[in-house]
């Protein structure tokens, strides 16, 4: 028996969760397909049916330090000292030593302090752009379990991920085991991400109240309280923070891909 959360099955075991800083190889700059589906928003203001997402493919993990460390190569424009204000508070890439060097420090960890301006043009010098947030949320919800109370222990573990984050301790990209069904790997458990539209129009007015959190609880479990605390925390996001928590991941049209691939 599969226990939904609020999304199409996936199929994911405790065995995996309970490992969280299990060693996986790590697939740096792999893409894969999400196909098209729905899903149920938690947002209060989106009524009625399931939110249609159209298919894109998406990078397995998030950009790396080493993959930003060669972005800077080409784009010296967006090196520390050279970014303009309005693109990047002052901590842009603050844990960074330097950028000429060819020996990146932590190589495999998900590189933060990153603005959603340098985000974007990491995303456009590779082909693609960031996730929108409904992208980022359905495929993050693309996951079942056995059982309701696997379900509950998967949730509880967000919630605790959430409340316990440790900034200073980041894993590498495909450590926190976790994985959704076309292998998009850790979008829980490792940082928190940017997304195309992280201030949707309509939530303008939230705030990180208890009776907001409690309003976007719509499916009335604690899975979907972990996604109403991403919602919420992305409101206090400006396109120019560099928070050591945040990092990203790249997404692609379909066409764009498919051009590509008709190409080599």
């Not at 901590?91 to 030593?97: D, M, N, P, Q, V």
């Not at 919800?141 to 109370?149: G, I, R, T, Y």
């Not at 940082?191 to 303008?204: G, L, R, S, T, Y």
Request: aromatic share 10%; with cysteine; proline share 5%.
């Amino acid at each position: 028996m599969n226990i939904l959360t609020n999304i199409a099955p996936v199929k994911i075991t405790l065995t995996v969760l309970a490992v969280v800083m299990l060693s996986l190889p790590n697939v740096v700059g792999a893409q894969v397909l999400v196909p098209s589906g729905s899903f149920h928003s938690v947002m209060p203001e989106v009524k009625g049916e399931p939110v249609a997402v159209d298919s894109f493919y998406l990078d397995t993990t998030a950009v790396t330090n080493k993959q930003y460390h060669e972005f800077l190569q080409d784009h010296e424009d967006w090196r520390p000292g050279n970014v303009p204000s309005i693109f990047a508070y002052k901590g842009y890439l603050k844990s960074w030593e330097s950028v000429n060097s060819d020996d990146v420090v932590n190589p495999d960890q998900p590189v933060t302090n990153v603005s959603w301006y340098a985000a974007n043009a990491y995303c456009q010098s590779v082909g693609g752009r960031l996730p929108t947030l409904n992208e980022w949320e359905y495929s993050a919800q693309l996951m079942d379990f056995d059982s309701s109370a696997d379900a509950q222990e998967f949730a509880n573990r967000l919630m605790s991920w959430y409340s316990t984050f440790d900034n200073e301790n980041i894993g590498d990209i495909g450590s926190s085991g976790i994985e959704n069904r076309h292998g998009v790997k850790d979008q829980f458990g490792l940082i928190m991400e940017w997304v195309e539209d992280f201030k949707p129009v309509v939530a303008d007015d939230l705030s990180l109240d208890c009776g907001t959190v409690g309003r976007m609880q719509q499916l009335g479990n604690a899975y979907s309280y972990a996604a109403s605390i991403r919602y919420i925390t992305r409101m206090s996001f400006n396109p120019k923070s560099t928070n050591s928590t945040v990092g990203f991941r790249c997404a692609y049209d379909v066409e764009t891909i498919e051009e590509k691939e008709a190409s080599l």
